[in-house]
T-cell receptor, first 117, second 114 residues
Framework: EAQVTQNPRYLITVTGKKLTVTCSQN?????MSWYRQDPGLGLRQIYY???????DKGDVPEGYKVSRKEKRNFPLILESPSPNQTSLYFC????????????????FGPGTRLTVL | GENVEQHPSTLSVQEGDSAVIKCTYS??????FPWYKQELGKGPQLIID?????GEKKDQRIAVTLNKTAKHFSLHITETQPEDSAVYFC?????????????FGKGTKLTVNP
């Protein structure tokens, strides 16, 4: 089954304790992205990756890191989490993300609800 | 940068009625406009999309219209059913720094009352 998986689905942690949220897709997609969803603010992009070893900042990258060492995986790293990073996080992937891509559908993972105390 | 405004933020309709959600965008270069449905506890899922060379697209009870001149697009759901209850997001594509990304509206919570 074609899908985007995220782990963990729920996480409660404390300020300053490094954490990683994993994301994996099995569709051989080039483009992957992380979003956070907050009430009244919709979906905001944190980081994205056009392909292996190619990452760039989205609209709200402060406090986050990512890596893309393999095509299928795109982990989100919070080096020193703070309470304002309490949110619902979604990973998404699409076939291509370049300006000439003709197929733009993004497939979303099930979400990770993070609480930072 | 691109800004996508979505209205209303909440919408309540009776089963069988129609629902309309409207979005406006600011970047005239945007050429791809998807709509996503997010059910409780799940990630958003694409339900319909439209590209800038088309003015309207239908898929059973769902339709999307696009007015490029006015820079707005709308989602129409006819004969609503309780299972249509969800949060709906519109989005517009922009090209930024050699990549294409989606900018999302803030979402509309649709409730269909039996």
């Amino acid at each position: 089954e074609a899908q985007v998986t995220q782990n963990p689905r729920y996480l409660i942690t404390v300020t300053g304790k490094k954490l990683t949220v994993t994301c994996s897709q099995n569709m051989n997609h080039e483009y992957m992205s992380w979003y956070r969803q907050d009430p009244g603010l919709g979906l905001r992009q944190i980081y994205y990756s056009m392909n292996v070893e190619v990452t760039d900042k989205g609209d709200v990258p402060e406090g986050y890191k990512v890596s893309r060492k393999e095509k299928r995986n795109f982990p989100l790293i919070l080096e020193s989490p703070s309470p304002n990073q309490t949110s619902l996080y979604f990973c998404a992937s699409s076939l291509r993300g370049g300006p000439e891509s003709s197929y733009n559908e993004q497939f979303f993972g099930p979400g990770t609800r993070l609480t930072v105390l | 940068g691109e800004n996508v405004e979505q209205h209303p933020s909440t919408l309540s309709v009776q089963e069988g009625d129609s629902a309309v959600i409207k979005c406006t965008y600011s970047d005239s270069a945007s050429n791809y406009f998807p709509w996503y449905k997010q059910e409780l506890g799940k990630g958003p899922q694409l339900i319909i999309d439209i590209r800038s060379n088309v003015g309207e697209k239908k898929d059973q009870r769902i339709a999307v219209t696009l007015n490029k001149t006015a820079k707005h697009f709308s989602l129409h759901i006819t004969e609503t059913q309780p299972e249509d209850s969800a949060v709906y997001f519109c989005a517009a594509s922009i090209v930024q720094g050699g990549s294409e990304k989606l900018v999302f509206g803030k979402g509309t919570k649709l409730t269909v009352n039996p």
